[in-house]
């Protein structure tokens, strides 16, 4: 078996859909993973790469997978797939159609959502919006 890495989703189309990264998530997960043990992100690592797969390859995400967590804008949600202690934080885009993107990575301690979590999915989604 290969070693595999979050990197491969940096911009990864499967048969029925994608998953894409905004600019700088994939540091964000490279920082978070760095502050657990090194058994403890590979487990993570793993687990991400397999929501990912199985997103790309068709499955719908439920609640086991990913949570609702915060409005963008009118009744656009984003959401947050939970791996303890990491989250990563994604919208469905209106952009590309089947596309899924990860604003960043952040390994949560507490447990509301934070005010700088809320501003930097905005800044993404709203990056990802304008097209860039």
């Known amino acids: ?3 595999r890495s979050i990197h491969e989703f940096a911009d990864k189309q499967g048969p029925r859909r994608r998953v ?10 490279e920082k978070v993973a760095a502050k657990l043990d090194h058994r403890k992100a590979a487990l993570i690592e793993g687990q991400l790469i397999a929501v990912f797969d199985d ?6 995400f439920h609640s086991g997978w990913a949570e609702p967590e915060g409005n ?10 939970k791996r ?14 089947n596309t899924i993107v990860v604003s960043h990575y952040v ?3 507490w447990q509301k959502l934070g005010l700088e979590d809320i501003k ?6 709203e990056r990802e919006k304008a097209g860039g």
């Not at 894409?20 to 997960?29: D, F, Y």
């Not at 930097?120 to 989604?125: P, S």
């Open 72 to 81: 963008l804008a009118g009744v656009t949600k984003f959401f947050a797939i």
């Open 107 to 109: 390994k949560k301690t």
């Open 84 to 97: 303890i202690p990491i989250r990563a934080y994604f919208w469905y885009s209106k952009n590309n159609k």
């Open 55 to 60: 997103w790309i390859n068709g499955s719908r």
């Open 120 to 125: 930097r999915v905005k800044a993404n989604w």
């Open 1 to 3: 078996m290969s070693e």
């Open 20 to 29: 894409i990264h905004s600019p700088g998530a994939l540091e964000t997960w």
